[in-house]
């Protein structure tokens, strides 16, 4: 299908995307890579400036490429690309336009998250990887099934708030990030928030972060792009 136009939106093809869709294929192969996702999940950017969101087409992260691609607006329509979009579109649609201060989605079927959104104790930090997180851990999005309409795309959206993430019961996660880099970072440390708490709880109850705890950790705020830096290193010997 050729693509379409919109006003304001980026033609599909455009240089000024490059960059952004590198990006975008980057963090899927980073999440396949670190055991996050597997056949399924992906990720989303913002279209700068537009109604707008890239993410791949109907392919597992692992074999996402700029040619995978797709952009759709928030009501699904198509603006170019591979198609068909996947499944779940709605939740980068729902989550982008309820949230303007995020660039960067990530959804995947993490066992961590998975675990913790059907025990009876939320995932909450003890560890400082955790920060980025309320004290009492994120909330989870009760309805089971796939986001695959938009009123199960804005409950989500609801669900998540103004947080970083949200749980999805029998389902998976929902991470967003100022950026496609903290998205994929913040993604990868809640599974292993998820790892470590689990270890925890086999010993008792643990002895978690107070919310002036996480302040003290959240105040030092170098090296944001060094964990984004590790992750890439990894991809290195992948093919
Ligand atoms: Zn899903």
Redesign the pocket.
């Known amino acids: 299908m050729a693509s379409s136009t919109q006003a304001g939106v980026p033609v599909f093809d455009s240089m000024e995307l490059d960059e952004i869709k590198q990006t975008l294929v980057t963090a899927c192969h980073i999440l396949d890579h670190e055991g996050i996702t597997d056949g399924?999940?992906h990720v989303a950017a913002r279209v700068p400036g537009a109604d707008a969101f890239l993410t791949i087409a109907n392919v597992s992260p692992g074999c996402a490429t700029v040619e995978r691609l797709i952009m759709l607006d928030f009501d699904g329509k198509y603006l170019g690309g591979a198609e068909p979009p996947p499944n779940?579109w709605p939740i980068h649609a729902c989550v982008l336009k309820a949230r303007p201060d995020v660039l960067g989605v990530c959804?995947t079927?993490s066992v961590w998250s998975t675990l913790f959104s059907v025990l009876p104790v939320k995932l909450r930090p003890l560890h400082h990887y955790g920060k980025f997180l309320s004290a009492d851990g994120p909330p989870v999005y009760e309805a089971a099934g796939?986001?695959r309409t938009i009123e199960r795309g804005e409950l989500l959206a609801r669900t998540l708030g103004d947080g970083p993430a949200v749980l999805?019961r029998a389902?998976?996660d929902t991470v967003v990030g100022a950026s496609i880099e903290q998205a994929v970072q913040r993604t990868i440390r809640l599974a292993k928030l998820g790892e470590l708490a689990h270890l925890a709880l086999l010993h008792g109850e643990p002895k978690y972060l107070s919310a002036r705890e996480l302040d003290t950790f959240s105040a030092d705020e170098r090296f944001p792009a060094r964990g984004w830096e590790y992750y890439v290193s990894r991809l290195k010997n992948r093919d």
């Open positions: 399924y999940g779940e959804h079927h796939l986001v999805m389902h998976g």
